[in-house]
């Protein structure tokens, strides 16, 4: 069955960075776009990032100028490099494989933005 794994959150202070990391298995995967969401308590999931099979990338506003996605698709693997960290960055990052109307999600890494 198809698996998203998540991997590379942790704590961090203001203006530090991450790479966030999804290793997907029982897809195709370079044929799926990826996106990653984050998702804080009591609100909406949001989006971040997305890169389409065509390498085509798309941030949000919140995220452009700091944080770059990525792909390698012969390691089946999504990256979220996060760089000037905010304290409202910290959320849980979810990772996002769709291809029509078929999505498949992970199951989170927590990131925390403090000093």
């Known amino acids: 069955q198809v698996q998203l794994v998540e991997s590379g959150g942790g704590l961090v202070q203001p203006g ?24 804080t308590p009591g609100k ?6 997305l890169i389409n099979s065509a390498t085509y990338t798309q941030l949000a506003d919140s995220a452009k100028g700091r944080f770059t996605i990525s792909r390698d698709n012969p390691k089946n693997t999504v990256y979220l490099q996060m760089n000037s960290l905010k304290p409202e960055d910290t959320a849980v990052y979810y990772c996002n ?10 199951q989170g890494t927590q990131v925390t933005v403090s000093s």
């Open 44 to 49: 909406q999931r949001e989006f971040v990032a």
């Open 16 to 39: 530090g960075s991450l790479r966030l990391s999804c290793a997907a298995s029982g897809m195709m995967f370079s044929s799926y776009g990826m996106r990653w969401y984050r998702q």
């Open 97 to 106: 494989a769709f291809r029509g109307p078929t999505q498949y999600w992970g």
